[in-house]
């Protein structure tokens, strides 16, 4: 069965240091993936994507990296801040570009001061 | 604001009942899609149209559920005697149809079904 795996377990760090999520899937092959912040009670903002062909993004202090061998997606929030606590999202095409997105069910980051 | 909006944001009903939400994208935007979420959970993608077609729907979307978006600006949600399963965040995202694949989210309708 096709699955998309976020840690569950939130991920508590110390302001300033650097957070890494994981995002694996089997049974998918997808064209790009897409991470996405959500704070509670709203809708989930777009933060970066990342093509097949591309190994990694970068924008501002985060940074995306795609293995499709691995059949995984690293996504790094670097210098992070208490703002940066949220959950994140990691979701792919379903059906190479269509843009029918699957998502994980995220990994909650708590920055603490 | 240009961003997508939803109305209502919230919509407390009793089980049986119908209800109607309303999603307005950004207006540029050829490419409206629905999911629902639920606590804990990522989104779940339950159809998408492309201008006032419907393109796909998800096996998870009963025949309760039915969704348009006549003259490929807004678009609505209806759910037919709903279920306390019903229960969840509906959310709705634009994206434009050509360049970037980055889906615009509204704020969600939050749905309590007594």
């Known amino acids: 069965s096709q699955k998309i795996e976020q840690n569950s377990e939130a991920l508590n760090i110390q302001e300033g240091k650097t957070a890494t999520l994981t995002c694996n899937y089997t049974n998918y092959s997808p064209a790009y993936l897409q991470w996405y912040r959500q704070d509670p009670g709203r809708g989930p903002v777009f933060l970066l994507l990342i093509r097949e062909n591309e190994k990694e993004k970068r924008k501002e202090r985060l940074k995306v990296t795609f293995d499709t061998t691995l059949k995984q997606s690293l996504f790094h929030i670097t210098a992070s801040q208490p703002a940066d606590s949220a959950t994140y999202l990691c979701?792919?095409?379903?059906?190479?570009?269509?843009?029918?997105?699957?998502f994980g069910k995220g990994n909650q980051v708590v920055v603490i001061p | 604001d240009t961003g997508v909006s939803q109305d209502p944001r919230h919509k407390i009903t009793k089980r049986g009942q119908n209800v109607t939400f309303r999603c307005d994208p950004i207006?540029?935007?050829?490419?409206l899609y629905w999911y629902r979420q639920t606590l804990g959970q990522g989104p779940e993608f339950l159809t998408y149209?492309?201008?006032?077609?419907?393109?796909?729907k998800s096996r998870l979307l009963s025949d309760r559920f039915s969704a348009e978006r006549p003259k490929g600006s807004f678009s609505t949600l209806e759910i037919q005697r709903t279920e306390q399963g019903d229960s969840a965040m509906y959310l709705c995202?634009?994206?434009?149809?050509?360049?970037?694949?980055?889906?615009?989210f509204g704020p969600g309708t939050r749905l309590t079904v007594l």
């Open positions: 995202a634009s994206s434009s149809g050509t360049g970037g694949y980055e889906q615009f």
């Open positions: 979701a792919l095409d379903m059906n190479r570009g269509n843009n029918r997105l699957a």
């Open positions: 149209f492309q201008n006032e077609a419907q393109l796909e």
């Open positions: 207006s540029e935007h050829n490419r």
